[in-house]
């Protein structure tokens, strides 16, 4: 298999925001590009919950990036101009180090001993990194989704390096409903007896739950009006003869189930459990003693793009306008929008004609047309 | 416990609509007021997936029902005026027949031999009832939810024997996002262990699975913004100190909570899942050769009330629209409403200032103001 990630060791052990400590954190990551200088052309990119650092391809590994449309020569994030640097998240399993990583005071996976994990500990990983490779200052630091969340959180921490922000369908914090349904995930998961308290051996964890979890996150991510259109209530072939009573019947079941399946192999359940968590927990207002604007406050970002999307009922768009009020209320030059895209929270993944012009009009740095 | 069920055994077999037979089938049922003649003033009452037949309380079970705010003497149902006989449906686990109860042919709980069910059973075993009880002709015929569908199948199987019809927050047929909703919360029972294979002890089954589909089925009845109202992001007290990584945190995770374990000690799996499935598989469109408007035309209903909530995102408003459409053009007088509750599909259970007045207008069959 073609890898590009690199690894960088962090300098010094990471105290976690919410009281823990990392004696020693590797940070996977990759890049496209050339450095200029400590960073002046630098782009520091979050992914959302899953994904890798693998955002696009590159020689090391042509495969596509899970943001292929967006980054490489000439395309919106344009890295003739920029070098990109994408994070896998401190807690994944794709290189960084989580739940799944040895602890090295015991010589066996951290499982639930990793300690508490905030956004803001994905944010001081990232910095930490950028650090550790020689990258002073950012000119822009962007996100989606968990990754907008843990934009902010950067932003908040560290004032002074960086220069634009870019938050697409995130938010200042999680809606009770939001939170809800993350939580549904997480019981279904630890509900599975498979998952053993978080003790279970490698590649050997609660599939079924996992299965569960990612059906409801498929769910979550895109919209009803494009399961409408994608699969109206088109059946699967011989599904009346199926001997098991509640076998899959529609098609929509079947894409959820085959989508759901890869993931639970693919992806560490206790690390799930903790990147899901952070979403719940992550609140601007902690960052301004309860207040919102007065955390936002800590940002000095000169310019600011919020783009949310109409059909996300995840991170809703009067959440979105909340933030560019918050971003704007601080300082930034806010560009704000709401897209019409029908594929939901997800649609950064796949709506290019929409997220494309818009993400390199920012960067830009001028209107179009 | 005080219980005003009463019981009534079905004239010979019951041929399900999809191919099966139950030898015998029992439904237990609930009434409200007089009978005038043979049903001049009956009003037949369909139930959502989970109640019982207890809508309302009485002298023989003063306990509330699921619909107090709506039946009684001088309610919206005004049972000085109707004879209300409130249903518990086929499949279900609260004295009619289902796959909790004992096939005659084997001694044994039916299990998974119960037949495939569908909404059109449900609809023919109260049907059944009704000409048991002596009733052959009803003056209306209502339900929500799963209940409203109940009330098209009636409506489309059964013309000449009742005059008007009541649906709420139902639809032609289900949505593949509804579909992929209850299909997720079906897949968290199959996958505890203790369902196994439907084989449980009575009163031993998939507890964790129940509770998850509950969680997931309330999550799905309310509202983003009704959460939002009722919990925002409030902490539950002590969360910090739990032991546990991944406690539950906030209002809105043990207000769900509580409510799943609940519901999973009430309703028996095997039921939930073929209730849940009926759901997926009704369709309008099936009474009339694929056409949807063909299979309504079926309906000789006089009038019908049509009605949907604006933050339903299981039965959306566009279906409701389509609903009474579709009734419109079968001949019927439809009395359309979009009601802007912040409680979602499950608002008929609560919003009475918003659906006591609608209902009572309808039955009273002229304006208000």
């Given at each position: 298999?073609?890898?590009?990630?690199r690894?960088v060791?962090?300098?010094g052990?990471?105290?976690?925001?919410?009281?823990?400590?990392?004696?020693?954190?590797t940070?996977a990551?990759?890049?496209?590009?050339e450095?200029?200088?400590?960073?002046?052309?630098a782009?520091?990119?979050?992914?959302?919950?899953?994904?890798?650092?693998?955002?696009?391809?590159?020689a090391?590994?042509p495969?596509?990036?899970?943001?292929?449309?967006?980054?490489?020569?000439?395309?919106?994030?344009?890295?003739?101009?920029?070098?990109?640097?994408a994070?896998?998240?401190?807690?994944?399993c794709?290189?960084?180090?989580?739940?799944?990583?040895?602890?090295?005071?015991?010589g066996q996976a951290?499982?639930?001993?990793f300690p508490?994990?905030s956004?803001?500990d994905?944010?001081?990983?990232?910095?930490?990194?950028c650090?550790?490779?020689?990258?002073?200052?950012?000119h822009?630091?962007?996100?989606?989704?968990?990754?907008?969340?843990?934009?902010?959180?950067?932003?908040?921490?560290?004032?002074?390096t960086?220069?634009?922000?870019i938050?697409?369908?995130?938010?200042?914090?999680?809606?009770p409903?939001?939170?809800?349904?993350?939580?549904i995930?997480?019981?279904?998961?630890?509900?599975?007896?498979a998952?053993?308290?978080?003790?279970?051996?490698?590649g050997?964890?609660?599939k079924d739950?996992m299965r569960i979890?990612?059906?409801?996150?498929?769910?979550?991510?895109?919209?009803?009006?494009?399961?409408?259109?994608?699969?109206?209530?088109?059946?699967?072939?011989?599904a009346?003869?199926?001997?098991?009573?509640?076998?899959?019947?529609?098609?929509?079941?079947?894409?959820?189930?085959a989508?759901?399946?890869?993931?639970?192999?693919?992806?560490?359940?206790?690390?799930?459990?903790?990147?899901?968590?952070?979403?719940d927990?992550?609140?601007?207002?902690?960052?301004g003693?309860?207040?919102p604007?007065?955390?936002?406050?800590?940002?000095?970002?000169?310019?600011?793009?919020?783009?949310?999307v109409?059909?996300?009922?995840?991170?809703?768009?009067?959440?979105?306008?909340?933030?560019?009020?918050?971003?704007?209320?601080?300082g930034?030059?806010?560009?704000?929008?709401?897209?019409?895209?029908?594929?939901g929270?997800?649609?950064?993944?796949?709506d290019?004609?929409?997220?494309?012009p818009?993400?390199?009009?920012?960067?830009?740095g001028?209107?179009?047309g």
């Amino acid at each position: 298999m073609p890898d590009a990630r690199r690894f960088v060791e962090l300098q010094g052990p990471l105290r976690t925001y919410r009281g823990g400590e990392l004696p020693s954190v590797t940070i996977a990551y990759e890049t496209w590009g050339e450095l200029r200088g400590r960073g002046d052309n630098a782009l520091l990119l979050f992914t959302g919950l899953s994904p890798s650092a693998h955002a696009a391809s590159s020689a090391a590994d042509p495969s596509p990036g899970w943001w292929e449309y967006m980054i490489g020569p000439g395309k919106p994030i344009d890295t003739e101009r920029f070098f990109v640097i994408a994070i896998n998240s401190l807690g994944s399993c794709f290189g960084s180090t989580g739940p799944a990583s040895i602890n090295p005071e015991t010589g066996q996976a951290y499982r639930l001993d990793f300690p508490k994990l905030s956004v803001e500990d994905i944010a001081a990983a990232a910095r930490g990194a950028c650090l550790a490779l020689g990258i002073d200052h950012v000119h822009t630091v962007a996100g989606c989704s968990l990754g907008g969340m843990d934009v902010l959180a950067y932003g908040m921490m560290y004032p002074g390096t960086y220069r634009d922000l870019i938050s697409i369908s995130a938010a200042a914090n999680a809606t009770p409903f939001a939170i809800a349904l993350r939580s549904i995930q997480r019981e279904a998961i630890r509900a599975d007896p498979a998952w053993a308290g978080g003790n279970y051996a490698p590649g050997n964890g609660p599939k079924d739950g996992m299965r569960i979890a990612r059906q409801l996150g498929i769910l979550t991510y895109r919209s009803p009006e494009e399961w409408l259109q994608r699969f109206d209530r088109e059946r699967i072939e011989g599904a009346d003869a199926q001997r098991d009573p509640f076998a899959t019947a529609f098609q929509v079941q079947s894409y959820m189930d085959a989508n759901a399946r890869k993931f639970a192999e693919r992806f560490d359940a206790n690390c799930y459990l903790y990147l899901s968590q952070t979403m719940d927990l992550f609140d601007v207002a902690d960052h301004g003693g309860g207040n919102p604007e007065a955390g936002m406050r800590q940002v000095d970002a000169r310019r600011a793009l919020v783009a949310g999307v109409t059909t996300d009922w995840l991170y809703p768009l009067w959440q979105q306008h909340q933030l560019a009020e918050l971003l704007a209320h601080a300082g930034a030059s806010v560009s704000y929008h709401e897209l019409e895209s029908i594929q939901g929270h997800d649609a950064f993944l796949i709506d290019k004609d929409r997220f494309g012009p818009m993400v390199a009009e920012f960067l830009a740095g001028m209107p179009r047309g």
